[in-house]
């Protein structure tokens, strides 16, 4: 067996500076394994660090990407976590076990991969042994991929942070790979699911998801709307993936003592909101950062349980990377995965 392997990387910070290499496949050392690839998702947070960098210090090369599912192929010397021919998927904040994560006012915590650390886009992964937790029994490789961050994130918020009850009123922006694990989720735990996209065609897709409204932004006045569909008692909770000045009309929509969750920043890092109706509803707003190794475990725990099936909207090959990207870029419903289905070094 060839000891090369094929690799995404980045030389600088830019589209223009990504490429496909061959490079020599590491050894796993002390509390380490070696996993073989099968599935990646891409995140939107992914192309912004290629054609960002997002204000972090980069060692180049850099790989990017941090959602993996493989199959553990050799272990260093201590590592027992795993037995060889297990298969896992990465966690996207490898130091981040339980409880809030380190950090400080002047330096947050933001150690993930794809980031600080290395990326996954690669035909193998050497990491330390706690970076990884088992795959779902019940996913393929490409539906386990997308459980990293788009899965956890969407149940960090809504069930650790949120702690939704059967009844509770759930809102989600948009049909990307966090509004519809949200929405999945929500609709499990029994909560009144409510999506608020621009496309009618997507709005009937998650309706058939389980969401109990559909609201198009683009012909409606959204916030309105809502207002309406609850008798003007608004949402308990709501995803908010947008940010920018979108946070105020999401407090608009909320109810008395509910919760935002702030993920995404489409309209830009910097959000604001009307004073008066935060304080009026005495409203939460949770910034949200993925989350922690042990709601890792019990996502998959509850995705096996529940039999629930993330949305992936295309797969493409692993030298397909530049046209997933550019796919990143059209919305799409649910998430995008690259899948290796056979040895490149081998080919």
Known sequence: MSSA????????????????????????GPGQVLVRTRAVSLNYRDKMMIETGMGIDLSFPFVPASDLVGTVVASGTGAERFAVGDRVI?????????????????????????????????????????????????LDDAQASTLSCAGLTAWFALFELGRVKPGQRVLVHGTGGVALFGLQLAKAAGAEVFVVSGSDDKLARAMALGAAHGVNRKTQDWVQEVHRLTADAGVDHILETVGGDHLGRSVEALA????IYLIGVLEGFTVSSPAAALSLKMATISGVSVGHRRALEDLVTAVDRLGLKPVIDRCFAFDELPQALDHLNQGPFGKIVIELAKDWTSA
């Open 5 to 28: 392997m094929m690799q995404w990387s980045m030389d600088a910070i830019g589209r223009d500076r990504l490429g496909l290499h061959s490079v020599e496949r590491p050894v796993p």
């Open 90 to 138: 990465t966690h996207f904040s490898p130091h981040w076990r339980e409880g809030w994560p380190s950090g400080s006012a002047a330096q947050p915590p933001y150690n993930s991969l794809g980031g600080v650390y290395p990326g996954v886009l690669s035909e193998y992964v050497c990491f330390d042994q706690e970076w990884f937790v088992q795959a779902s029994a019940t």
């Open 256 to 259: 008395l003592r509910g919760a």
